[in-house]
Antibody, heavy 119, light 110 residues
Framework: QVQLVQSGAEVKKPGASVNVSCKAS????????MHWVRQAPGQGLEWMGV????????TYAQKFQGRVAMTRDTSTSTVYMELSSLRSEDTAVYYC????????????WGQGILVTVSS | QSALTQPRSVSGSPGQSVTISCTGT?????????VSWYQQHPGKAPKLMIY???KRPSGVPDRFSGSKSGNTASLTISGLQAEDESDYYC??????????FGGGTKLTVL
């Protein structure tokens, strides 16, 4: 069965970076784009960007350009999202979510990772 | 890449129908038939309810339906049930792999 298993919760200080992971299983890793979506406490969903696991190409939301980097390791079917220069407003649950090639919707989501930014 | 506009809350009694709107622009909702809707219960990951404006994934009750007119998409839930009480988010493709979400709507079943 399809699973997207994300790494554990993180606590970071302002100005630091965080690197979170999303390990995929149960399907052909390179046939699905992986997106990252975050949700601040009590707020809505916010799209951050996408990586094509096949070639590694990325597209980021304008808001995060210069501060986010998405990478993948095809040998372990894992995607990574690094967010740098963290500030308190980055405190959120970060989800990975897959989209099949040629489709435009998120059919499976990871369980989410809480990243807390606090001094 | 501004967020799509959804009502903050809607409500209805069991058995009634409610509609949640999602307004964007010609660069997102109006430009593509790729609007999807997600249900999110507290502390849980979102769940796909509608894709490509009006298609239902297997397992989603046919009480859930979607439509679009111009720059506004809508999710209608008929025959409301207590378990439908949740947050609902629309999402649209906006070209060049970009996605944009709505601000979310809290559905209360009275």
């Amino acid at each position: 069965q399809v699973q997207l298993v994300q790494s554990g919760a993180e606590v970071k200080k302002p100005g630091a970076s965080v690197n979170v992971s999303c390990k995929a299983s149960g399907y052909t890793f390179t046939s699905y784009y992986m997106h990252w979506v975050r949700q601040a406490p009590g707020q809505g969903l916010e799209w951050m960007g996408v990586i094509n696991p096949s070639g590694g190409s990325t597209t980021y939301a304008q808001k995060f350009q210069g501060r986010v980097a998405m990478t993948r390791d095809t040998s372990t079917s894992t995607v990574y999202m690094e967010l740098s220069s963290l500030r308190s407003e980055d405190t959120a649950v970060y989800y990975c979510a897959r989209v099949a090639t040629g489709t435009y919707y998120f059919d499976y989501w990871g369980q989410g990772i809480l990243v807390t930014v606090s001094s | 890449q501004s967020a799509l506009t959804q009502p903050r809350s809607v409500s209805g009694s069991p058995g009634q129908s409610v509609t949640i709107s999602c307004t964007g622009t010609s660069s997102d909702v109006g430009g593509y038939n790729y609007v999807s809707w997600y249900q999110q219960h507290p502390g849980k990951a979102p769940k796909l309810m509608i894709y490509d404006v009006s298609k239902r994934p297997s397992g989603v009750p046919d009480r859930f339906s979607g439509s679009k007119s111009g720059n506004t998409a809508s999710l209608t839930i008929s025959g409301l049930q207590a378990e439908d009480e949740s947050d609902y988010y629309c999402c649209s493709y906006a070209g060049s792999y970009i996605r944009v979400f709505g601000g979310g709507t809290k559905l209360t079943v009275l």
